[in-house]
């Protein structure tokens, strides 16, 4: 017997076998044509919007779904042969998206309405993003024209510093600033990666500064310090050198070195310039075993100051190097930090106490980071609340999705849910890796809206039916 349009969806009920016309990511179940087996089912498809619902009376009648157990339905036999065809052709003609094997589970085991509401709070969370990439995009632009100032020597660059700053460190104080990961790709021109280079350092420093309970002023100092810890490469002559990986800007090896000395020279051209500011440029790359340069200086002749800026800029540099393919992910970099402090001890190049600060301070699993979580999940932590870094919100990824459509979840929301593991790059499937990892990061802190505090906190389905074995 033929489908029949289903006119009014108030019609439907427990037991109609329905066919549903319209995209494949327009509808939340592994097929298009199924008998509703639950409530839950029904109010899912009651909700559904650009999709024609359609019904087949007869196969509707085949049995009583009421008296079978929620969480035993399983789909009928007939069912699984005739709906493959018509699924795979409806996977086909969504050419954007990367498809599962025909063996491979989409999910362990996930309730529909959890994934309804994990695909809301993606496109919200989206729109969200794109005022704060807007956002980050206007403050880098300040950054790279402060920077244009003081290479020539001019008092407005040190104005528009200070206002950045402020904004950083007012940001970091709200309670509920939130730390956003931003996909950096396509790089603004040649001086830019710089800028991006010393926005990432300036707000880690502040970051940790704030986890150690520095004051208003002595993170002012900082921020200073750590905006401007590369300025000295603005004043030496740079190479740029195309490859597969894109453009690369490269001073030559032994002029690079002189780079801390040469910034602090440029910022003390300007009166006010304090000497914590100007230890900070010309001691970041000191290391606190004596291995590092200009003048190889160890641990009791550094600042507190300058061993954080020193952190944040090693670290920003493990996770974006010139060359992407040696960059690690912001869990891993973390870890090779806390790993090399640990093992080190008494002889480390990092001070232990500013790099506990630094996991304290953005968590064990950063922006950036891929992980795999409890449900099976694999996702990439695209916003930590700073104020609860254990508890990050992913961006889920999942055999079925393609570019502009996804799920989120907000761990803080979902407290039996949580992260099984960091991965590795190796360990995640291309398309997956496509899907999740952004080619140069960056993180920008910023006071979050009330409905991206609300992410996940709707009231959660008890029914969990398997979605594919």
């Known amino acids: 017997m033929p489908f029949f349009k289903v006119e009014d969806t108030r019609d439907l009920r427990v037991g ?15 097929t298009n044509t199924f008998q509703i087996k639950s409530s839950d089912d029904l109010t899912t498809i009651q909700a559904l919007k650009n999709v024609v619902i359609l019904q087949d009376p007869e196969r509707s009648a085949s049995f009583d779904v009421e008296d079978i157990p929620d969480e035993n339905r399983q789909p009928l036999d007939h069912e699984a042969g005739a709906d493959r065809k018509e699924d795979m052709e409806a996977i086909s003609d969504e050419s954007a998206c990367d498809l599962p094997e025909d063996d491979e589970p989409l999910i362990k085991e996930s309730s529909l309405s959890t994934i309804l509401n994990r695909r809301q709070d993606y496109h919200e969370f989206q729109n969200h993003l794109r005022k704060i990439e807007g956002a980050y995009q206007k403050t880098l632009g300040q950054g790279n024209e402060l920077f244009r100032q003081v290479s020539d020597r001019r ?31 396509g790089s603004n021109g040649i001086t830019w990666g710089l800028s991006e280079h010393a926005l990432n350092v300036c707000t880690l420093s502040l970051l940790i500064g704030r986890q150690l309970g520095l004051e208003v002023e002595e993170l002012h100092e900082l921020g200073r310090g750590a905006l401007f810890h590369d300025v000295g490469y603005r004043a030496l002559p740079m190479n740029v050198r195309f490859s597969a990986v894109g453009m690369k800007i490269q001073s030559d090896p032994e002029l690079g ?21 100007l230890e900070m440029i010309g001691r970041h790359h000191e290391r606190l075993d004596g291995s590092g340069f200009p003048h190889g200086m160890k641990a009791d002749g550094i600042s507190l100051s300058t061993k954080i800026v020193m952190v ?43 790099v506990q600060a630094l996991v304290q301070a953005i968590g064990v699993y950063p922006p950036g980071s891929l992980v795999e979580l409890t449900d099976g999940f694999l996702g990439v932590v695209a916003l930590i609340n700073i104020h609860q870094p254990t ?19 907000n761990l803080a929301q979902e407290p039996e849910l949580e992260i099984k ?19 140069r990061m960056a993180m920008f802190v910023h006071a979050t809206e009330p409905t991206t505090m609300a992410f996940n906190s709707r009231t959660r389905q008890v029914f969990k039916p398997t979605l594919k074995r």
Not at 17 to 27: A, I
Not at 421 to 434: E, G, N, R, S, Y
């Open 155 to 185: 008092l407005s660059g040190r104005k528009t510093a200070d206002a950045m700053i402020t904004s950083i460190v007012t940001a970091i104080q709200h309670p509920k600033t939130a730390m956003s990961l931003i996909d950096v790709v």
């Open 391 to 409: 508890r990050p919100t992913v961006l889920l990824y999942a055999p079925w999705t393609c570019r502009n459509d996804g799920m989120l979840v």
């Open 16 to 30: 109609t076998f329905v066919k549903l016309e319209g995209s494949w990511f327009s509808h939340p179940f592994p």
């Open 421 to 439: 593991q960091a991965l590795h790059v190796k360990d995640i499937p291309l398309p997956a890796l496509a899907y999740l990892s952004p080619r």
């Open 312 to 354: 944040a800029d090693y670290y920003d540099e493990l996770c974006n190097a010139p060359d992407p393919q040696t960059s690690l992910t912001p869990h891993a970099a973390l870890s090779r930090l806390f790993r090399h402090v640990v093992m080190k001890r008494e002889s480390s190049r990092f001070c232990p106490k500013v």
């Open 257 to 277: 070195q002189r780079h801390p000395e040469v910034g602090r020279q440029l910022m003390a051209s300007f009166p006010d310039t304090s000497p914590a500011v």
